[in-house]
């Protein structure tokens, strides 16, 4: 065919000669121009295969200019004609993408090669694009990343499509600047690739990007390496594909294997043969061999568990079920091990079974637990027995032991011959060792049962050896010992700690003193021992010169029970509870006890516990309130009312009491005294805990749910065990006072509530509070208003009639559910039967037993059941009120013409 061309050149003879030559040789000369104008004006409708263009041509552009502009709307292969063979002419014509360069006059052998060789490179230069536009399609069609760098460069020449839609940006910046991949991949892998390239090795990488959005993907890259002939590293090729989801899996996978690894569970997985292919590390712990040798538990797991256990795992499997049960299996070494066995069918994704899972539970370590909390149990069930026993047995010892204290006390104050006040003494002493025994037996069990609790208060460290001297610098000075005391200089005036304990810890040691002191003396001391922050750890000692303690016997001294004379002509008594009980109290202190000792020269007990520092303020304000609190004596006329069943009790208390000048009223039981104290008015109430018909407790409660400014109710209970004291004033009470009652701890808590402000005898009263308890009752029974819909129906009297039985039907229930709910302590779901009650009530006009429902909801959100209770007992008999009403209502709409 024909190669059509195009001659631009404003030489006629120029133009006439290559005319002639080409036709001559077989190219077909379509047309002649001689300047840019005509060169425009032609190829706007016209195809041509080459240009032959003078650079010098007429106009405004040259012919390299006009080459510029064809080339941005046509691909024409362009050779230029020049008799110029200047620089400045050749560069620019090299520069705008010429085919060739002709220099005139023009030879003819160069013009046919010169062109035959610009149509063939620019046939090739077609077919390239084509292949590459082929490529490029096929390239972006993958879904993988391909990519070229030129790394002489720094650019990236290509890189598909699909890149930009992974990287979630434009790959422009990174075709132009190779260095821009530092922006796409994750920093933590910025090593990785640089090492890559420093070893110019074809390789495979996985590494991360980060899109802009801040996602991350990984993306496993196969890379390749070119060099020139010179070995030179020139550029570099890749493939990239997105592995996120692959690498998710593969976390799945190594995670659930590291678990199954990590499991205390032994667990072993097979396929639908019965072969096992895997087993965790506990498994091989668990049967005795060694670590993932599953080969060994396949070919003698026969040995290990038993053929009828096997048997059933396979027939479960056949029936598509999981399976469990407790069985056992042998290890390697013929142990026989507890275990429990689950078995679960391992399903692919089209629901078929592909294999199965063991999972074998250890029950050994379980077994022990369980015994070990049945033990626990048999043995807080034996403690609390024993609680429950000291408690009764304080109680029923206590009750008589007031009597007989508080009667020999009251007699000890009368004139008496000198032999009655001796045996009246003899009978107080033989009354007050057998408390202390009493309290000894109680405060060592609840220390051992952890539950003593200390509770702190502000103590004035000389108050302490002063109380101590008036306790037992009688019975010093009956033995003739020299009792000293002796204080620290740096010792605070002041600190928090608790008192009561204290004091029991040195009465302890400084009786057991002069108890074995014959001659000689008796010494305390108390100093400071260290201090960290507002925390001041107290040294004590109490040193006597008697008869010491064998060295082999000191380490038994603080065991309960411990005598070291323990014969039977033994010189002095005692329970051997008082020095485990120090021991005790020292250590719940944070402290420690030791003792020295000599045998016939004396003994040394040394003890530290832990005080805190008292701010200068507040020992200013206690020392203000102990003065305030110094006991006067009594007004006369103060009105008592005492509830008390015991008989000996209420003939002590009001001895005591009379003899003061008190007024007191006796009430048997908790209802008698609720009686009383309606028609009576009272200054302060003495409250017995456990007593008949209603215990002291459940009157206190009615007591302040009656009325208002009622005076301080003193719980007086034989119940002295720790955390009693706390309980009753949980449950409403004001006070507490443990029997047997010394005279002076009786009236001083008298005098206490006395000299509040908020109880002084004008302010009490027993005018009721306003009785909500009886406010329901003013409601209307029944309010046939509210069925003003069922009035207006047609069918009026056969509506009223189903709802009056569908009203006796529910309530009945409700009612019903109500008070076992009440009987069985179920305060959430007589709550709930009490809210239906009231929302049916409201509904129906039931007005009275809807206020009556408010008060008892109301009480059970506020957990007063008592109260509850009182109102609860309306509820039935309401409800016959109720259900006569609406009968009487349906009867009179019936006689309605």
């Known amino acids: 065919m024909e190669k059509k061309i195009l001659l631009v050149e404003d030489d006629i003879l120029v133009l006439k000669f290559l005319t002639k030559v080409l036709e001559q040789h077989g190219y077909s000369i379509v047309a002649t121009a001689s300047d840019a104008v005509q060169v425009f004006s032609y190829l706007t409708s016209n195809e041509v295969d080459l240009i032959l263009m003078d650079i010098q041509i007429s106009g405004d552009l040259d012919g390299v200019e006009t080459a510029k502009k064809i080339q941005e709307i046509k691909d024409i292969p362009i050779i230029y004609l ?48 084509q292949k590459n536009a082929q490529l490029d399609m096929i390239l972006s069609s993958t879904q993988d990343i391909v990519w070229s760098a030129d790394l002489e460069n720094n650019t990236m020449p290509y890189i598909n499509a699909v890149a930009a839609k992974i990287y979630g940006q434009s790959t422009e910046p990174l075709e132009k600047d ?62 990239a594909r997105d592995i996120t989801e ?92 507890p275990i429990l066995l689950k078995v679960s069918i391992i399903y692919n994704q089209k629901n078929e079974k592909v294999g199965f899972m063991r999972t074998y539970n250890d029950l050994r370590e379980q077994m022990k637990i369980q015994q070990f909390i049945r033990d626990k149990e048999i043995a807080e069930h034996t403690a609390a027995l024993k609680q429950q026993f000291l408690a009764n047995m304080s109680h029923e010892i206590r009750t008589p032991m007031n009597g007989i204290i508080g009667l020999t006390d009251f007699l000890l104050k009368g004139n008496l011959e000198c032999e009655q006040r001796e045996q009246l003494t003899i009978i107080k ?23 003593t609790i200390l509770y702190p208060e502000i103590a004035a460290t000389d108050r302490i050896f002063a109380q101590l001297k008036g306790m037992f610098g009688h019975l010093a000075d009956r033995k003739g010992l020299k009792l000293q005391f002796k204080l620290g200089e740096n010792l605070p005036s002041h600190v928090m700690a608790d008192a009561k304990r204290v004091m029991q810890i040195f009465a302890n040691l400084l009786s057991n ?44 001294l603080f065991q309960n029970f411990t005598q070291l004379d323990d014969s039977l002509s033994r ?56 003065q305030n609190n110094k006991m006067p004596q009594l007004a006369e006329g103060i009105r008592v009312l005492l509830v008390e069943d015991n008989s000996v009790n209420q003939k002590v208390a009001s001895l005591w009491l009379e003899a003061e000048g008190c007024i007191v009223r006796i009430a048997n039981n908790g209802q008698e005294a609720l009686d009383i104290f309606e028609e009576n008015l009272f200054d302060i109430i003495l409250m017995d805990i456990q007593m008949p018909i209603m215990d002291g407790i459940t009157a206190t409660q009615i007591l302040k749910k009656r009325y208002q400014n009622l005076p301080p109710i003193i719980a007086v209970s034989a119940n002295a065990l720790d955390g009693d004291k706390e309980r009753y004033i949980a449950q409403g009470l004001d006070d507490y006072l443990a029997k047997p009652v010394q005279s002076h701890n009786f009236l ?3 005098d206490k509530w006395f000299k509040n402000e908020n109880f002084k005898p004008e302010n009490t009263t027993n005018k009721p509070v306003i009785d909500e308890a009886k406010s329901w009752k003013t409601a209307p029974i029944f309010n046939p208003n509210a069925l003003a819909f069922a009035l207006k129906s047609p069918q009026k009297i056969m509506t009223l009639e189903m709802l009056y ?14 008070l076992l709910a009440e009987q069985t302590h179920d305060s959430e779901q007589w709550q709930r039967e009490i809210h239906t009650i009231k929302g049916l009530c409201g509904t129906m006009g039931a007005s009275r037993l809807h206020e009556l429902c408010k008060l008892i909801d109301k009480h059970l959100k506020a957990k007063e059941t008592p109260s509850a209770s009182l109102l609860q007992q309306h509820l039935e008999e309401q409800y016959q009120f109720l259900m006569l009403e609406f009968r009487k209502f349906i009867e009179n709409e019936k006689a309605q013409p």
């Open 82 to 129: 020049t008799s110029s063979s200047d620089a400045e002419t050749i560069e620019r014509a090299s520069q705008s993408g010429a085919y060739g360069y002709l220099p005139k006059p023009i030879d003819r052998h160069s013009l046919f090669s010169t062109i035959d060789l610009a149509i063939y490179k620019h046939s090739m230069e077609q077919l390239l694009k």
């Open 178 to 239: 190779l260095n821009y991949w530092k922006n796409i991949v994750h920093p933590d892998d910025h090593d990785k690739i640089r090492i890559i390239f420093y070893k110019s090795e074809n390789t495979q990488i996985d590494y991360r990007i980060i899109r802009p959005n801040g996602e991350t993907r990984w993306l496993s890259d196969h890379i390749s390496f070119r060099h020139n002939s010179l070995g030179k590293l020139v550029g570099v090729d890749g493939i």
């Open 246 to 337: 692959q690498k998710k899996i593969q976390d799945e996978l190594l995670l659930h294997n590291k678990a199954l690894d990590t499991t205390l569970d032994a667990v072993c997985i097979g396929n639908m043969t019965g072969k096992i292919t895997y087993g965790n590390a506990a498994l091989s712990k668990l049967f005795g061999f060694r670590e993932n040798d599953t080969q060994v538990l396949e070919q003698h797991r026969f040995m290990f568990i038993d053929n009828t256990v096997e048997d059933n795992i396979s027939e479960h499997i056949n029936c598509n079920e999981n399976w469990a049960t407790q069985t056992q299996i042998f290890n390697r070494q013929g142990d026989s091990i």
């Open 429 to 451: 002493q033989s009354a007050d060792y057998l408390l202390t025994l009493l309290n000894d037996i109680l405060d060592l069990s609840k220390l051992e049962a952890g539950k």
């Open 513 to 556: 003193a002069i108890k074995f002191t014959e001659k000689g003396s008796v010494s305390i001391s108390l100093e400071n021992y260290f201090s960290k922050d507002d925390r001041l750890w107290l040294k004590a000692e109490v040193r006597d010169t008697g008869i010491g303690i064998k060295a082999d016997n000191i380490e038994s």
């Open 571 to 626: 010189k002095h008594e005692g329970t051997g509870l008082g020095l485990a009980i120090v021991r005790e109290l020292v250590e719940l202190m944070e402290g420690q006890i030791t003792v020295e000792s000599e045998l016939g020269k004396g003994s040394c007990f040394k003890f530290f516990f832990k005080v805190e520092l008292v701010p200068q303020a507040a020992i200013i304000s206690h020392n203000s309130e102990a």
């Open 748 to 750: 001083g808590l008298i």
């Open 805 to 818: 039985e569908s009203l006796e039907t529910d309530l009945t229930t409700l009612i019903s559910n109500s």
